[in-house]
DNA sequence: CGCGGCTTTGATGTTCATCAAGTAAAGTGG
DNA sequence: CCACTTTACTTGATGAACATCAAAGCCGCG
């Protein structure tokens, strides 16, 4: 049966760099013949918490949050995950079942393989699971990193911390539209809806940002680096 | 801290189970030439953030903390390590070098793999990385979880789950010497001291704890399970 | 003894969540 | 296409939760 009528040649694809760059011309086709690619409209759910984990998943193109779903919508988002990202967090080699879900925050291309064939990979490809170990490795480094880095801030520098983060790691760019909702931004910061747009007002009168419908523009990065450091 | 002239035997040591279940003999015989255990006293630290990776690292008696250290005390702490666990976190595969600490809650004994050997164990031995990998990733999810979990909470909260968690997953006692300061508390739990011993005061006089110097007596642990869930 | 660190309690002020209410935008059904 | 509903956004007022500041008692240690 073929599985890709898409004829993909995963060794010329530029994500091989992901995780695949270890691997042999054997093993490369046989990727190919493992993976599948599936495409998500923005606001869709990739995975439901609770699912089974049969495949390892990282994002080709647009942008994704890994979040917890709470009562009433309360959710909390752990990270957002951007091409060349794992989806799939590290937790896939721990359980059989996801423990939190992710959804599309941008129409999105995931890249899907077939999880034995990695676990398979990984007990017989030693520098394949040494390469892999030391990725998700810094991913959670950084989730981390982010988890603690909340807790020393205010409000004003959380809010400052996510308007750069858009803009210097996600978009390059000081104008953009903002993918996520106020709230999800307070999902995102740990705070409310309400002081996500209040402090979003201030910074506007401030002239440290200008809001155009949908759009942000950055006016004052270097004001805005210092709250997020200080503030 | 006197380093031990390594007569153990590995195979037989229960803490094998940790993850080198899957190593066959002449594996095992190696790790044992690769092994050194230390002591350390109650307050040393173990591992400064910085210092270059050398060895993987698990706890076999004793109890540790992980934490990044900030300016003028203003320590956080990441997570609580007890025997069995892991000391180096997935970050040992990510980097050369630490990027948090490790100090001595209680005197610990930490027994100390090569790391390169360690390395050259999950290129061959298949089954032993995936089983490292799974180990680390629950690890992971745990303090994860952890996080998002103190988000949700109110400080009455917090206080009454880190008195559960020493009692139900520490010392598995009703009555305990909690082996951190009020401070350390704070920091793991991100509040301020003087709360902490508010909020411990305030338990008292509610008949939930008593505190008789050192000593922790857990009085209502359904009450407290109440208000560690939805206070 | 006296010094410094840890602990405790109280008083004060700030930050932030909650509540309320109103506007704008976006989807829905006739 | 328009009325209708719903969802997202916005602003202000209020109070609660919490940090900060201050001061005093306690304890171990040189």
């Given at each position: 049966m073929e599985?890709?009528?898409?004829?993909?040649?995963?060794?010329?694809?530029?994500?091989?760099?992901?995780?695949?760059?270890?691997?042999?011309?054997?093993e490369m086709i046989s990727l190919c013949g493992y993976k599948t690619e599936k495409n998500y409209k923005k606001?869709?759910?990739?995975?439901?918490?609770g699912d089974e984990i049969t495949d390892f998943l990282y994002l080709k193109s647009g942008l994704v949050k890994l979040y917890?779903?709470?009562?009433?919508?309360?959710?909390?988002?752990?990270?957002?995950a951007k091409p060349f990202d794992f989806v799939s967090l590290v937790s896939i080699f721990s359980d059989a079942n996801y423990n939190f879900s992710i959804s599309?925050?941008?129409?999105?291309?995931?890249c899907?393989?077939?999880?034995?064939?990695?676990k398979n990979l990984i007990s017989s490809n030693g520098k394949f699971a040494l390469n892999i170990m030391s990725k998700m490795s810094r991913n959670f480094d950084k989730i981390i990193d982010?988890?603690?880095?909340?807790?020393?801030?205010?409000?004003?520098?959380?809010?400052?911390?996510?308007l750069l983060f858009f803009s210097n790691e996600i978009y390059k760019c000081g104008e953009f539209e903002i993918p996520l909702s106020r709230k999800e931004i307070a999902q995102l910061i740990d705070m409310t809806t309400e002081n996500v747009i209040r402090i979003l007002s201030e910074f506007r009168t401030?002239?440290?940002?200008?809001?155009?419908?949908?759009?942000?523009?950055?006016?004052?990065?270097?004001?805005?680096?210092s709250i997020a450091e200080h503030g």
């Open positions: 599985l890709n009528l898409n004829k993909c040649d995963c060794s010329l694809c530029e994500f091989k760099t992901i995780a695949f760059e270890d691997l042999n011309t054997n606001g869709e759910v990739i995975v439901c918490k917890k779903a709470g009562k009433d919508g309360k959710d909390q988002i752990i990270s957002i599309a925050l941008e129409d999105s291309t995931v899907s393989v077939d999880l034995p064939f990695i982010g988890a603690l880095n909340l807790q020393t801030k205010h409000l004003r520098g959380r809010i400052a911390h996510i401030d002239k440290l940002i200008e809001i155009h419908g949908k759009n942000t523009v950055i006016l004052d990065d270097k004001k805005l680096q």
